[in-house]
């Protein structure tokens, strides 16, 4: 059977896994993310796929990463927080070290394929995938494939214009990552309880609005109104069958609902919007990556088929 080693690089870890050409993970470790020295960088990640050819028939190297992935030529653009990944060919250095396929994408795409594989997104062709973290990021799914854009900014969701005011000859505006995401919702409740953003963040949010705080319970409602806007315009823009959203929080229990007592207010506001948007959230979290740089992998090298759904 063939195996493949599959990696997820991220500023802090790097995880990795061995998985079968089904998304079964059959083994999972990381270890502390190498910043600013590259030969220590590809010698830890070596030494992971070393280990695992003693083990197990593999077949190729799967890469998830922050930046921009030129997936042809096998270089990372752009920046991170890893600023030694950015420059060197990986295809050519970890297969000329190994004599593996190497394969790597964006580290949001490989979790928007990830979903469309195995998980909110399953028997889907059109997707949108939304992260909301400290800023907002995400990927477009066409026809089963990452639609990346001319300039390799397919997804960057978070730059879309939503608050502009023109003003005694000035103009302002607001990303939705500076509406919508959870730094965002951070500087608001801040803002409305008049303290330091130091002194909170998105889980002390959530508690001061449940124990009754109006201030906390205001920057809420303001921050699910402004991620609904985004939702709806990417709905009408694209038309996808679903949008999913991941990041943390996401894994709030009424977190689908709060956003679609939002919609509603939208649709009802905009009487010739007649399509409600279908929104779910990431089904594998952090592992989305790691099934989706497998993904990616099969789907360039034509090794795609039916699978059943992987078992952790």
């Not at 994408?105 to 997707?127: M, P, S, V």
């Not at 009802?268 to 089904?283: D, F, G, H, N, Y």
């Amino acid at each position: 059977m063939r195996h493949y080693i599959v990696f997820d690089i991220g500023g802090t870890y790097i995880k990795h896994v061995v998985m079968n050409g089904q998304g079964n993970f059959l083994e999972k470790g990381k270890y502390p993310s190498e910043r600013h020295d590259f030969a220590k960088f590809r010698d830890d990640l070596l030494a992971v796929v070393r280990q695992a050819q003693k083990r197990y028939n593999i077949a190729g190297i799967a890469i998830s990463s922050a930046g921009s992935v030129d997936s042809d030529i096998g270089v990372i653009g752009g920046s991170s927080a890893l600023p030694c990944i950015h420059g060197p060919n990986f295809k050519e250095v970890f297969g000329g070290a190994t004599g593996l396929p190497v394969e790597l994408e964006n580290d949001a795409n490989c979790a928007a394929l990830g979903e469309l594989w195995k998980g909110a997104g399953r028997h889907c062709r059109d997707i949108a995938f939304v992260i909301v973290g400290t800023g907002i990021g995400g990927a477009i799914v066409k026809d089963g494939r990452i639609h990346k854009g001319a300039h390799l900014h397919g997804g960057e969701f978070g730059y879309m214009l939503m608050d502009v005011r023109y003003e005694n000859g000035r103009i302002e505006c607001k990303t939705w990552s500076e509406l919508a995401a959870t730094s965002a919702l951070i500087r608001m409740a801040a803002e409305e309880k008049g303290m330091p953003e130091r002194e909170l963040d998105g889980e002390k949010v959530f508690a001061l609005a449940e124990s009754g705080d109006e201030a906390a319970q205001k920057a809420i409602d303001r921050f699910y109104f402004s991620l609904a806007q985004g939702i709806f315009n990417l709905q009408y823009a694209y038309d996808p069958e679903k949008i999913i959203v991941g990041g943390g929080i996401s894994s709030r229990p009424d977190f689908v609902d709060e956003i679609n007592k939002r919609l509603s207010v939208f649709l009802s506001l905009v009487p010739i919007a007649k399509i409600r948007p279908v929104v779910e959230t990431c089904q594998f979290k952090n592992d989305a990556n790691l099934l989706g740089a497998l993904y990616h992998y099969l789907q360039r090298h034509g090794e795609l088929g039916e699978a059943s759904g992987p078992s952790h």
